[in-house]
């Protein structure tokens, strides 16, 4: 009972947050946008991929990306909570560092949340206006999209929190998330087809929990899929539940 | 009953030994003082006892439950004003509150009369609605303090609770918390830097140095331990041999032209004193205060680098947080 109450006051706490620094969703929303229109129009004159023009193949490629990002580098605020005593007025409250955690994975996921209901939505408004074609954007896709983007979110959140919790200083944790960050996407086939890859790329691509991703959410978004939908969801949602295990037992070997 | 006990408490970080096998009892309802010097080990204790940093060796029991071995037990027991900054300066003073009646939870009807309580407390009821960040050092370190009291806990642990807070807000704050300890039996355990307020607010104190406890008591005890009442001459030939014969004199300490001495019954003896010292130039005798006793056992005085203002600096340096 105790735990969910302060389940809610760290939730309570991140979306006060975000809310206020109205300048972080600008961000997280402008940025994809400059990719799919920028990247996503030079090449999409030359470049098409299974039929589909280069802009609308990688827009399930630029959601994942928007959120990996955004969700990883919410774990630089345990670092910066660290810096002053609010962590340990965190931490010396009579809750469990299992709820510490949830709180703070809940926290993280509703900044996402809300980032990508706005990236689904532009995509609609693209989608409507001709400028994106060949997505499909209805209630029942944007519901299974929001389940995929969203296991992707907690478990990037909570490998953000993972790293988070074992750093002293930011440019730490923007090292060694930078290094985690550039293979999980540049290795996951958000901006090529992982059909036909080089035979030496294709396993590494192939253990990338985030090509599963990409993978289910273009399926589901413009028909073009290498694995089955379920198996796609498979991989993701253990990934999910194996960086929460041990993001929770990262919090609870976590010194002040 | 012994509400704090600890047992060789030590805790050693890589060169320096921070606490070195403390032991100590503190009953319930005592204000307890940590006094000692900066670096001396108070925060390191305190955080021990509030479960966030183990011990290396030796342990101590807070209610009875183990900070070791039942830190979740002790944590439901305890709250603690920390030394450093500890609020989230992009809600508002009220957000934090709630926040802590969340964390700690404490029933909507008793937090609300508790939260109103505390901001009038330390005079930031106007001041609720506006973003920490918009505080001055001195009101977020209020609005602190009324977070650490509101939940009223068996143990309550405050870090140098009162620095750099004006004269008037420390007296209304000295007064809450007698107010908890001897109407509702909670356990008090702050340290400080300034001696009135351990001398105001402390059943009890001991002060530390290098981890250790040097010496314990009551603030009026350890005053008569002192041995006496200290005479402050001024002149410029003393005749320093002649008065350090003297037997009723205990101690004495030159500083250019003046001398301190402490020197017992000085009533029956100052005559004496005079007549040795020859032409002084001015003469002054006060009864010990808890500064002359902690300069005597840490041979410093508590204002040479003690950190004035480094709570405020702190809070500023992190303004640009998020
Ligand atoms: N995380 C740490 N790593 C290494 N040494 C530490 C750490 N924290 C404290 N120390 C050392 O432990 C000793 C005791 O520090 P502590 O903070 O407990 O002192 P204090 O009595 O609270 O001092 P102050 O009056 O300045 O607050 C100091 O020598 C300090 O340098
Ligand atoms: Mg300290």
Redesign the interface.
């Known amino acids: 009972?105790?735990n969910l109450?302060?389940i809610?006051?760290l939730w309570?706490?991140e979306f006060?947050?975000f809310i206020?620094?109205k300048s972080r969703l600008g961000f997280s929303v402008i940025n994809p946008l400059v990719w799919l229109l920028v990247v996503g129009g030079g090449l999409g004159s030359v470049v098409s991929f299974d039929g589909v023009n280069y802009r609308t193949f990688i827009y399930p490629g630029i959601l994942i990306q928007s959120v990996i990002f955004s969700s990883i580098f919410f774990g630089v605020?345990i670092v910066?909570d660290k810096?002053?005593?609010?962590m340990?007025?965190?931490?010396?409250?009579?809750?469990?560092r299992t709820a510490m955690f949830v709180g703070k994975v809940v926290g993280g996921s509703t900044d996402a949340l809300i980032e990508i209901v706005t990236l689904l939505v532009i995509g609609f408004i693209l989608e409507s206006t001709g400028i994106l074609t060949g997505v499909s954007i209805n209630f029942v896709s944007g519901i299974v999209s929001l389940g995929f983007l969203l296991s992707t979110t907690v478990a990037m959140v909570s490998l953000g929190l993972i790293i988070g919790s074992q750093m002293e200083s930011t440019e730490g944790f923007q090292l060694v998330a930078s290094f985690l960050l550039f293979p999980l996407f540049f290795l996951s086939g958000a901006l090529f087809p992982i059909t036909n890859l080089p035979s030496w790329l294709s396993p590494v691509v192939f253990c990338n929990p985030i090509t599963y991703s990409v993978d289910g959410l273009r399926g589901i978004l413009i028909g073009i899929s290498k694995f089955n939908i379920g198996l796609d969801f498979a991989v993701i949602g253990t990934f999910a539940l194996i960086t929460i295990l041990i993001g929770t037992f990262a919090f609870k070997s976590m010194?002040? | 009953m012994n509400v704090i006990d600890t047992r060789n408490l030590t805790k050693k970080y890589k060169e320096v030994t921070a606490v070195d096998d403390l032991t100590l009892q503190i009953k319930e309802g005592e204000i307890f003082g940590l006094l000692g010097p900066n670096g001396a080990g108070k925060t390191t204790t305190l955080?021990m006892l509030?479960?966030?940093?183990?011990p290396t060796s030796g342990t101590a029991t807070i209610n009875n439950f183990d900070i070791v071995r039942q830190p979740?037990k002790v944590?439901?027991s305890?709250g603690?004003v920390?030394?450093?900054?500890?609020?989230?300066e992009?809600?508002t003073g009220y957000?934090n509150l709630?926040?802590?009646r969340?964390?700690?939870?404490m029933p909507g009807d008793l937090a609300e009369r508790r939260i109103k309580e505390v901001l009038e407390l330390v005079d930031l009821t106007k001041r609720k609605n506006d973003l920490v960040k918009k505080y001055s050092g001195g009101m977020r370190r209020r609005l602190e303090i009324a977070r650490g009291l509101m939940h009223h806990p068996k143990v309550l642990f405050l870090d140098e609770p009162t620095l750099g807070l004006d004269p008037q807000a420390r007296g209304h704050i000295w007064g809450y918390i007698k107010k908890l300890a001897q109407e509702e039996k909670i356990t008090i355990v702050i340290t400080t830097h300034y001696m009135d307020e351990a001398d105001n607010l402390c059943g009890r104190l001991a002060i530390i140095d290098e981890g250790k406890i040097i010496v314990s008591g009551s603030p009026g005890e350890l005053k008569k331990k002192f041995g006496g009442d200290i005479v402050r001459l001024k002149a410029k030939n003393l005749n320093i041999g002649a008065l350090k014969k003297l037997n009723y004199v205990n101690k004495v300490e030159k500083r250019d032209d003046e001398v301190s001495l402490t020197v017992k019954d000085t009533n029956e003896h100052l005559q004496e004193i005079l007549m040795l010292a020859g032409k002084v130039e001015s003469v002054e005798v006060h009864s010990p205060t808890l500064d002359d006793v902690f300069i005597h056992y840490t041979g410093r005085t508590i204002r040479e680098g003690a950190p004035e203002g480094g709570w405020a600096q702190?809070a500023m340096a992190?303004k640009t947080?998020?």
């Open positions: 009972m105790n109450k302060g809610y006051a309570y706490r006060k947050v206020r620094e605020y910066l810096k002053i005593d609010f340990k007025e965190v931490l010396v409250a009579p809750i469990s010194e002040v | 955080l509030t479960t966030l940093r183990k979740d944590r439901k305890i603690i920390f030394q450093d900054p500890s609020s989230d992009v809600l957000e709630k926040l802590h969340w964390l700690y939870g702190k992190f947080k998020r």
